[in-house]
């Protein structure tokens, strides 16, 4: 299959240039497009064939759901038996943007787009081309990030070139996307809305509008374990992951430099090919063929939008191992670190402490 790329303006996209796209995803086809979250591999969301494909063109799992794209709050009432009030309040706050909300489904939502469950996930998304795409086409959009599974998600549609040219129909080309993480996904369909993934809208956020939020306690779990781990198969599920092993080094700033060099300077020893992700402020201070900078310490944005283009790169550099700081990100609900960890298959080393 030939993959039409159509290159739109990301500010000022017009509809005359997605009408192609527009038809494809009409007639079940499958087009990727740029979200402000990651790029998305779209398909008719109330089509079971659509969904199929999209399992197919990823190679994901046909149990791991899939989220559905609107544009107007009025097709979030069309596919759920119950719209409850928090859904109403949190969609006034967040969307558009980066928030997914799970609720309880009816039957215009095929099993097929759902994973066999019985909640759909829904998010409105803010980019100006997603929401022209979805306006245009009238269709509810089912679209998992437009990444082969397991590969890093991606931000450029180069990425999603990459992995799915000759799969799909078309990719829709508006540049770099914004915040490069996925969204926020918070459970509505239990009594306290509970997140299951990290995201730029974190849990102080949503509790100011909806009140008490629970946190998914497999998340919490990755991120309170400071020590080594022993490979736990369970634990290890690689879901964000590199072709290279990556492991997160975490101590004292001075400690945790001297350890990764100590590292690298090992396995470069042993001829392999090793490189390091690092802030701009602490880029000086290591020694190693490979150091890509991730951002900056005082900007946790700039290390979100940045993170899975360097996975990526590292790959295509065939980078063997690769080592890592850890990043606080409060602001962003320590989504990093949870997408790290699973990058990492949850190793982390603990640096050594010396005064
Ligand atoms: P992706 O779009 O690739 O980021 O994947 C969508 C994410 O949403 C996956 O982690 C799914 O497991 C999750 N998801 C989608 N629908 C549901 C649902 N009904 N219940 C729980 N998780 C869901
Ligand atoms: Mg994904």
Not at 88 to 107: E, H, V, Y
């Amino acid at each position: 299959m030939e993959t039409l790329m159509i290159k739109v303006d990301k500010e000022n996209p017009s509809a005359e240039a997605l009408k192609p796209a527009v038809e494809m995803i009409q007639k079940g086809g499958l087009v990727a497009f740029p979200t402000e979250t990651v790029y998305g591999l779209g398909g008719d969301a109330e089509n079971p064939e659509a969904s199929k494909k999209i399992y197919a063109a990823k190679g994901r799992p046909s149990d791991n759901p899939l989220i559905v794209h609107i544009w107007d709050f009025s097709q979030l009432e069309e596919i759920v038996s119950e719209v409850p009030e928090a859904a109403r309040k949190l969609a006034d706050a967040f969307w558009p943007g980066p928030l997914t909300m799970i609720l309880p489904k009816n039957d215009r939502i095929p099993l097929e787009t759902t994973g066999g469950l019985n909640t759909v996930a829904i998010r409105m998304p803010s980019h100006p081309v997603a929401r022209l795409f979805l306006k245009e086409s009238n269709v509810k959009i089912a679209a998992p990030s437009a990444n082969t599974s397991g590969r890093p998600s991606p931000t450029l549609a180069e990425h999603v070139a990459e992995d799915l040219s000759g799969k799909i129909d078309c990719i829709i080309d508006g540049g770099a996307v914004d915040i490069g993480l996925e969204s926020t996904i918070v459970d509505l369909s239990e009594d306290v809305p509970t997140i299951l993934r990290p995201g730029y809208i974190n849990k102080e956020m949503l509790e100011k509008v909806v009140g008490p939020v629970r946190i998914d306690p497999g998340i919490l779990d990755a991120n309170a374990n400071k020590n080594i781990r022993p490979k736990a198969p369970g634990m290890r599920y690689k879901h964000y992951a590199p072709k290279g092993d990556l492991a997160i080094v975490e101590g004292k700033p001075e400690d945790v430099i001297r350890e990764i060099n100590r590292r690298v300077e090992e396995d470069q020893g042993k001829g392999l090919k090793v490189g390091v992700i690092a802030t701009k402020e602490d880029r000086e201070l290591y020694h190693c063929d490979h150091i890509l900078t991730i951002g900056t310490r005082t900007d946790e944005y700039s290390i979100a939008h940045n993170l899975y283009a360097i996975l990526r790169e590292f790959d295509e550099l065939g980078t063997q191992k690769m080592y890592t700081e850890s990043f606080e990100t409060p602001k962003i609900g320590n989504a990093i670190m949870n997408r790290l960890l699973k990058a990492a298959g949850h190793e982390v080393i603990r640096a050594p402490h010396e005064d």
